[in-house]
């Protein structure tokens, strides 16, 4: 599987950004797709998932209530739609696939994206 991010860009506290991750292969579905994010100096940090049917989701608390993942599987794309994005928001965010039973980190995902950047002023 190969993923491809993009949508990141420079934006102000409070405005919205919708990150787009599009995945070759035709077993897309099979995959729980996951969003990360990484800014400088710090660890990859967990920000979303959604399960093969995109009936289940998850967010850490840090997103949860302004971060909203979303997939169509029709078209191998996952989507991260960002509200009320806050300067601690600023990272590089990546998308992954993992078809293991865990989701919550990154050594659980198999397959990376090359990031986007997201940078949020204040």
């Known amino acids: 599987v190969q993923l491809q991010a993009s949508g990141g860009g420079l934006v102000q506290a409070g405005d919205s950004l919708r990150l787009s991750c599009a995945a070759s292969?035709?077993?897309?579905?099979?995959?729980?797709m996951g969003w990360f994010r990484q800014a400088p100096g710090k660890e990859r940090e967990f920000v979303a998932a959604?399960?093969?049917?995109?009936?289940?989701?998850h967010y850490p608390d840090s997103v949860k209530g302004r971060f909203t993942i979303s997939r169509d599987n029709a078209k191998n794309t996952v989507a991260l739609q960002m509200n009320s994005l806050k300067p601690e928001d600023t990272a590089v965010y990546y998308c992954?696939?993992?078809?293991?039973?865990?989701?919550?980190?990154?050594?659980?995902?198999?397959?990376w994206g090359q990031g986007t950047q997201v940078t949020v002023s204040s």
């Open positions: 959604i399960e093969g049917t995109g009936a289940n989701t």
């Open positions: 992954a696939a993992t078809a293991g039973l865990g989701y919550l980190t990154a050594a659980q995902y198999i397959y």
């Open positions: 292969g035709r077993t897309f579905s099979s995959y729980v």
